[in-house]
């Protein structure tokens, strides 16, 4: 069971304990322990059941749902061992009774962690604002803020965040002072990879870019080639590189790949999303 910490208990609601309407007939509810109450808080409220089957109060749901923000996750998912139910937002505000300040912090959290690893997002360095890069090979990006505020063209580098310093497009810096690609210094500098139970894998780094979508992956199970992808969900060979089940195709699971083992990467796999 993944329980809570004192950082979660150091954001729990000031304000008044939020409890359910009894007489609610869109509830229901059942006697016993409250599954996320993992502070021992013991709530006042009824217990409720989630759509996973599980109970909580108002409270209870609302510090795990705080919790899971704060350790950087993007979906509310059940914290009980072994069910691995995603909530869906409109249900996670119907049973945690969110205020409208919870709404609008959830929200906004949500939103954009989302856009960081979803839509290529990041603050512009001169006005702060959020920008989209639209051209995913080039670090060179206008702000259209800026560039009306400053009446003259704004441009930053998308790898340092500095004004861009160079006259033409460049892929993997631009001309500023301490600019390089930090996901190619580690894919660079990484240490070899430990398989215990696959043959023929010598040399492989321990960290690999997905092929699909460029997110760094540190392959931790010595049992067997594959991984999935946490952000894009793709299975692949993390020796070849290869689509896992293209691999397979050539090659079974514990045993060398057909085309051995792929080469450090030295440049991102752009996600063609």
């Not at 993944?2 to 304990?17: I, L, P, W």
């Not at 909580?56 to 914290?79: A, Q």
């Amino acid at each position: 069971m993944d329980k809570m910490t004192a950082k979660q208990k150091r954001h729990k609601s000031s304000k008044k304990e939020k409890c359910y309407d009894p007489n609610d007939p869109t509830l229901r509810f059942v006697d016993g322990d409250d599954d996320m109450d993992f502070l021992c808080e013991d709530y006042k409220s009824r217990r409720a059941l989630m759509s996973c089957g599980h109970s909580v109060t108002p409270m209870s749901l609302t510090n795990w749902c705080r919790y899971l923000l704060d350790k950087g996750e993007s979906s509310f998912v059940c914290g009980q061992t072994g069910c691995n139910a995603v909530w869906p937002f409109d249900e996670v505000c119907k049973m945690a009774l969110l205020t409208p300040e919870e709404i609008h912090y959830f929200e906004d959290t949500l939103f954009h962690r989302v856009a960081k690893d979803y839509l290529d997002v990041k603050s512009c360095p001169g006005c702060k604002s959020s920008v989209i890069r639209t051209e995913l090979d080039n670090l060179r990006v206008c702000c259209t803020i800026c560039s009306a505020d400053k009446d003259r063209t704004y441009e930053f580098c998308w790898q340092c965040l500095k004004e861009w310093r160079r006259p033409s497009q460049c892929t993997d810096r631009c001309a500023n002072d301490g600019c390089f690609n930090k996901s190619l210094e580690v894919l660079r500098t990484c240490p070899g990879a430990v398989f215990r139970d696959v043959k023929g894998v010598a040399g492989c780094p321990s960290v690999r870019a997905c092929p699909t979508c460029g997110f760094l992956v540190e392959h931790n199970k010595a049992f067997c080639k594959s991984l999935v992808c946490p952000r894009c969900k793709v299975k692949f060979c993390f020796v070849c590189l290869k689509l896992f089940e293209d691999c397979l195709k050539s090659s079974p699971p514990y045993d060398p790949c057909s085309t051995g083992v792929a080469p450090r990467q030295t440049s991102i796999p752009v996600w063609r999303k």
